[in-house]
């Protein structure tokens, strides 16, 4: 019996097969999972419906079952329209979940078309694609190593 929040049992395989620098892609309902992901990555889908799953549920559990040294989020090109909204409401609740989970990291933006470089390296091993309507509401997790 597990003692983590997360249940799923694929996510839970794929997690116990990664390894340090693993990366783990949350995507919101608007993220292309299907074309941007990388070579070696595996796609769950958990969007039932819009709004549900969330990314925020999302990362909650994979937090709770796996070690993390680095969170990326999609950051905004200063040419998009969105970009003179600040930084997406999300992000805070992003924020918020990291803190309740112990951790001390930060999240570090990478810009869209880099983000969708780092997402498609070798390294990725799994996508959850979610139902999450909120904008920008992507993250990239670096796993880290059992200390």
């Not at 609740?93 to 810009?111: D, H, M, N, T």
Request: proline share 7%; net charge neutral; hydrophobic share 40%.
């Amino acid at each position: 019996m597990l003692k983590h929040t997360l249940i799923h049992p694929e996510i839970n395989a794929i997690l116990g097969r990664a390894g340090h620098h693993s990366k783990i892609l949350i995507a919101d309902g608007n993220y292309p999972a299907s074309t941007k992901k990388g070579p070696n990555a595996q796609v769950i889908s958990l969007n039932l419906s819009p709004g549900c799953v969330t990314v925020v549920q999302t990362l909650r559990a994979i937090l709770s079952a796996v070690p993390v040294d680095h969170v990326n989020t999609m950051g905004i090109p200063s040419d998009d329209p969105y970009a003179k909204f600040g930084e997406p409401p999300v992000w805070n609740e992003f924020r918020a979940v990291l803190k309740e989970s112990g951790s001390s990291l930060a999240l570090e933006p990478i810009l869209k078309w880099d983000f969708y470089k780092a997402v498609e390296s070798a390294d990725h091993v799994l996508t959850v694609q979610t139902g999450d309507q909120a904008l920008w509401a992507n993250v990239l997790l670096s796993l880290g190593c059992r200390t």
